[in-house]
């Protein structure tokens, strides 16, 4: 059967054998997990039970078929690993706490700028890095970015965890979502905003799709890191 990636619309070619009703896949385009709807019941293998790694191809443009995999989670606390660790929901923290947690994080090279994207129109563009200046490692390292008008009128607010940017060529030529998918790409953040050394430093990049032509002023800050090893 073939199975389709709601988050990237990717499309694979799940053998029907294989296709559990309900089973839980992550793909391994953007590595999103998602839900098998009403597919056929697995059929048992030789060994009297379903293969527990079904190898899919996916379609291309071209007719052409690469072979990956979608693995089976499971959504437990236990076996969680990285991918739960970067996007468990945490507990909203008192404004005092979070200033204290993020006020050795400075940032450096902050800048904004317009361009044109061929698909989406005019971009806004703010850009840095954070530097840690905690005497221990951070991760997990968030800003905010805001757009506000000449009277200082908030026109829009975005968060986004630091540790990927787009080159020009990038922002000139990709859609929104495949922005978007670049700078929330899991493993890249993974790379580089995890154990962030004293005095190391993590690139980060918010995007404003579109703005309004009133935009005359903009705001970026820390607002969360955490503590190597601690969730």
Same mark, same amino acid.
């Given at each position: ?37 009403? $597919? @056929? #019941?697995? *059929? ?11 190898? !899919?191809?996916? %379609?291309? /443009? ?36 979070? $200033? @204290? #947690?993020? *006020? ?11 361009? !044109?994207?061929? %698909?989406? /129109? ?110």
């Amino acid at each position: 059967m073939e199975v389709t990636c709601p988050q990237c619309s990717s499309r694979f070619n799940l053998p029907d054998k294989l296709a559990v009703p309900g089973a839980k896949l992550r793909c391994t385009v953007c590595k999103s997990v998602f839900q098998l709807p009403g $597919a @056929k #019941k697995a *059929e048992p293998s030789a060994g009297g039970r379903a293969d527990m790694l079904p190898t !899919l191809a996916k %379609k291309s /443009g071209r007719g052409k078929s690469i072979w990956i995999a979608l693995i089976l989670v499971a959504l437990i606390a236990a076996g969680a690993g990285a991918y739960f660790y970067l996007y468990d929901p945490k507990p909203e923290a008192a404004p005092e706490d979070i $200033a @204290k #947690k993020v *006020e050795l994080l400075t940032m450096r090279n902050v800048r904004q700028y317009n361009l !044109l994207n061929e %698909k989406v /129109g005019k971009v806004f563009v703010i850009e840095g890095k954070v530097v840690n200046e905690f005497p221990e490692p951070k991760e997990l390292i968030e800003l905010e970015g805001a757009i506000y008008d000449k009277n200082k009128k908030p026109l829009a607010a975005k968060r986004q965890l630091a540790g990927t940017q787009l080159s020009l060529f990038q922002l000139q030529v990709l859609s929104e979502k495949e922005m978007e998918s670049f700078l929330n790409n899991k493993m890249e953040i993974l790379a580089n905003n995890t154990n962030v050394p004293p005095g190391g430093e993590v690139p980060f990049m918010i995007l404003f799709y579109a703005p309004p032509d009133d935009v005359a002023e903009f705001g970026v800050k820390i607002v969360d890191a955490r503590d190597v090893g601690k969730n």
